[in-house]
């Protein structure tokens, strides 16, 4: 609004009864208490993630992708009407969240990731929706993790075809609305979140640091690299540690102040050792462009060296699937999902039917 005008997802906010301004109850959409500066603290946020997310939108898509920095306002999105698709994607104890964007649109996403045309929005294309946002919702992750100082684990996700009076929302939700371009295709998203995150995120951002560590300055414990983080807060801060603990090996008396102006202190070095998951889980968007062996694998069997030097042409080698079950598809050796076979054309493809889970996944490759 610095130029004088409104945007229109700000009148349409100012219509619904949504944001700071209260004009009364209205059907077009939910008002929520959430602040101006709530708002801005999580479109600021979510503006560092447009880039990531734009790269992992083109990445598993295929298609050229643009994304404009998002629009947030409180409330429920207004002006929505028929079939939608939600992809629901909580943050655990982080709250409720999840996208919503129209059926048309849904398809759009579908389409160019399956790399098919004319396509329905069956199960098939929900699940490779499904595995759009997902990993769309990674920078986001990271970003807002980083932001309020609490590692979200999000809940697996899942989408689903509803009508607009039947979508559901988060507690006191806010919202963020991208406008996408996939290739020739316009879409328009929504990113739904509660409030109360919203506000935890700009008073983490207003702090400088997150919730958790700030909650753990009133009292110094763990090891001696946390201590020696925990000292460096204090110091920082003006407060005084309880007296007799040790820090790194060192004894420091009681009667030291931290919050006098003359008294002398050591040194203290920053600790080498890694704190807290959030920043470990944000590094994953430097592995996004990185290669991977992908493979299909139509079965197995065992033979004896005397039965391999015995085949010739026209051998049938009998595999332990049976026909019409499903084919493994792994990556790096990894099983990561199933599909069946499919021809494209003149070639031989596959179409993914089940994917694996999270924790199966990552209990596989360790």
Not at 275 to 296: A, C, F, R
């Amino acid at each position: 609004m610095s130029d004088g005008s409104l945007s229109q997802d700000e009148i349409d906010a100012l219509l619904a009864g949504t944001g700071d301004i209260d004009l009364g109850d209205s059907s077009g959409g939910g008002r929520s208490a959430v602040s101006g500066g709530d708002l801005e603290g999580l479109k600021a946020a979510l503006s560092e993630t447009v880039e990531q997310q734009r790269s992992n939108m083109a990445m598993i898509t295929g298609q050229e992708v643009q994304i404009a920095p998002p629009t947030v306002n409180g409330g429920t999105p207004s002006g929505l009407s028929g079939e939608m698709v939600q992809i629901t994607y909580n943050f655990g104890d982080a709250g409720g969240h999840s996208y919503l964007l129209s059926a048309d649109d849904a398809m759009k996403f579908a389409s160019a990731s399956m790399g098919l045309d004319d396509i329905e929005l069956d199960a098939a294309a929900l699940n490779a929706v499904q595995e759009v946002f997902s990993q769309v919702s990674g920078p986001v992750i990271n970003t807002l993790s980083d932001k309020t100082g609490v590692t979200i684990m999000p809940e697996p996700a899942t989408a689903a075809r509803v009508e607009i009076s039947n979508a559901s929302y988060p507690n006191d939700p806010v919202y963020a609305r991208y406008t996408v371009t996939l290739a020739d295709d316009t879409v328009t998203l929504y990113e739904l979140f509660e409030s109360s995150f919203a506000a935890r995120l700009s008073a983490g951002a207003a702090q400088g640091m997150g919730p958790q560590q700030a909650g753990g300055m009133g009292q110094m414990g763990g090891g001696p690299g946390q201590q020696r983080q925990q000292q460096q807060q204090a110091m920082q801060y003006g407060m005084q540690p309880q007296g007799g603990q040790m820090y790194g090996g060192g004894q420091m008396g009681g009667g030291m102040s931290f919050g006098g102006g003359a008294n002398v202190q050591s040194v203290q070095f920053p600790s080498l050792q890694n704190h807290g998951g959030s920043t470990e889980q944000g590094n994953i968007g430097l592995l996004m462009d990185v290669y991977m062996e992908m493979t299909v694998e139509l079965g197995r069997t065992k033979k004896l060296i005397r039965e391999i030097l015995g085949m010739g042409e026209g051998t049938i080698i009998e595999l332990d699937k049976l026909a019409g079950e499903p084919v493994d598809i792994l990556v790096n050796h990894k099983l990561i999902a199933k599909g069946e076979v499919v021809v494209i054309d003149e070639n031989f493809g596959v179409r993914v039917t089940e994917i694996v889970s999270p924790m199966e996944r990552v209990s596989d490759m360790t």
